[in-house]
């Protein structure tokens, strides 16, 4: 990086009151130095973790700036699914066949119009260890697989189907496997994932600072990041990092302002995944230093409609009365496709056969004996459901869905009444959301300029950056645990050994 073009945007300790994450510090104007280190990563959340735990093993010290009261960030909140692939031995004892070359093919559509061929192709070569550090760490996975099409396992099963890859079109291109690992614990275990890890760092000898907020980078003369301004229960504080600084701080879901500028569909989201720390203060420190971002438009919305899966049996309508995805596809895909239909309306249309409870309490929006009468009472354009239904009845009754190729198993003709609509617009269903993009990385974490040059001492992980899952249109759970992880752990390895 030349330092030259931020000239303008350096500060100095004295502004403290005003330091914003864009403007980064001299290390001329760095009063002291309170801590120091050979690596600094600033977020103890699944990828900080991870980051940590190798660069232990490398021999580096580490410091770790929490601005929580505790470590766990987003994964901790989540349902702990981890993709995993290639033949893991889960996969092997439920019966299942993965080549790796299919699940390149998956992750590469997956990860949507601007996939990084090389993380994928290195996620996937790696798999197969990366599930071993997993168990190395002291994380247990069950060897038996879930059948029932849900959004996370409520037993301590572990192997499911967690994204698209049985369902068109991705099913017509890969060769589908369920790759979705959730550790042994009953229902969500994002929880037990990180007290796990941390026990691990803490094992390593890593320093943890809680209620330690980042405040801005530490730049030297040549441009280098060598440390990080602090603030400890609102006392600034330094720590210098003599091999590099690590960014795991997580996305931006939470600073609207960002959320507003960058990806504004996100906007419509009612459920806000992640944690307070999630408000971009590690990208905007990036950008402080010169770093380039992508996918900043990107980000993953989900209609939760199911389980029970009986509800996929239902056809999926818009404001004009048709259908417009494959209803078995993962819900994070259905999601992306409702916000973009006119209005964001869309319906769930069920008969008596199918009709059920969603876990996610949609709202019943009418509810009639025929459809001609439900097609009123949602204020459909006359003859649009009539339509829809009986063409999709028709081929339905054959076992086939020629527009959108939904599975046969799910394939049943709504013909038993009544019949009911459950609401799945945007501002009426469960819509949670997050962000997706972020600094631009080389795999081995290194942070790039917008120019594709490297900044030299810093390097990120996590939602902090572009990572594995870049569309949810195309995304799987386990992804993110999974895409945070392994790529924290490279970054970790690669800023020990610098």
Same mark, same amino acid.
């Given at each position: 990086m030349a330092d030259a073009s931020y000239e303008s945007t350096y500060q100095t300790a004295a502004e403290d009151t005003g330091v914003r994450p864009t403007r980064p510090l001299r290390s001329a104007d760095v009063p002291r130095w309170d #801590? /120091?280190?050979d690596v600094v990563i600033v977020g103890l *959340? &699944?990828?900080g973790a991870a980051a940590a735990i190798e660069a232990c093993q490398a021999g580096a010290s580490v410091l770790i700036l929490e601005r929580a009261s505790e470590g766990g960030g987003s994964t901790a909140q989540s349902g702990g699914i981890i993709y995993f692939g290639g033949g893991t031995p889960v996969q092997t004892a439920c019966g299942f066949e993965d080549d790796p070359a299919e699940m390149l093919k998956y992750l590469l559509m997956a990860s949507g119009p601007n996939p990084d061929a090389e993380k994928c192709r290195l996620y996937v070569e790696q798999s197969? /260890? #990366?599930f071993r550090w997993f168990e190395a760490q002291g994380i247990e996975f069950k060897r038996s697989y879930y059948p029932k099409k849900t959004t996370e396992p409520v037993t301590d099963d572990c192997l499911l189907y967690s994204g698209n890859e049985n369902v068109w079109p991705f099913d017509v291109s890969a060769k589908a496997a369920p790759r979705g690992h959730k550790p042994k614990v009953e229902g969500s275990a994002g929880r037990v994932i990180m007290e796990t890890l941390i026990g691990r760092v803490k094992e390593l000898g890593a320093d943890i600072q809680e209620n330690a907020r980042a405040q801005t980078l530490v730049v030297d003369e040549q441009g %280098? @990041?060598?440390?990080?301004h602090?603030? /400890?229960? *609102?006392?600034?504080r330094y720590a210098r990092a003599k091999r590099g600084v690590i960014l795991c701080a997580g996305g931006f879901i939470m600073n609207r302002e960002l959320v507003a500028r960058h990806v504004p569909k996100l906007l419509n989201v009612n459920i806000q995944i992640g944690n307070p &720390?999630?408000?971009g203060a590690g990208i905007l420190m990036g950008l402080g230093v010169g770093a380039g971002t992508l996918c900043m438009g990107e980000g993953f919305v989900s209609v939760p409609f199911y389980p029970p899966s009986k509800? @996929?049996?239902? =056809? =999926?309508?818009?404001a004009q009365g048709q259908r417009f995805i494959n209803e078995d596809a993962y819900h994070g895909r259905t999601g992306e496709y409702v916000l973009q239909q006119s209005g964001g309306v869309a319906y769930l249309i069920l008969d008596n056969e199918c009709f059920g409870r969603p876990i996610a309490g949609m709202q019943i929006k009418a509810a009639e004996e025929s459809i001609e009468e439900l097609e009123r009472g949602l204020e459909l354009p006359e003859g649009s459901l009539t339509h829809t239904v009986s063409y999709y009845n028709r081929f339905a009754e054959r076992g086939e869905d020629p527009l959108f190729h939904k599975a046969k198993n799910y394939l049943k003709p709504l013909v038993n009444g009544p019949y009911a609509a459950l609401d799945l617009s945007v501002g009426k269903a469960i819509i949670p959301g997050f962000t997706m993009g972020g600094l631009d990385t080389l795999p081995t974490g290194e942070v790039l300029t917008a120019d594709k040059h490297v900044v030299r001492g810093l390097y990120a992980a996590g939602r902090t950056t572009a990572g594995l899952p870049r569309s949810a249109a195309g995304y799987s759970s386990g992804m993110s =645990? &999974? *895409?945070? %992880?392994?790529f924290g752990r490279l970054a970790g390895r690669t800023a020990a050994t610098r």
């Open positions: #801590h /120091e280190a *959340g &699944g990828a197969l /260890e #990366h %280098t @990041v060598v440390g990080v602090y603030k /400890e229960l *609102g006392e600034p &720390g999630d408000d509800l @996929v049996s239902g =056809i =999926i309508v818009n =645990i &999974g *895409g945070a %992880t392994f």
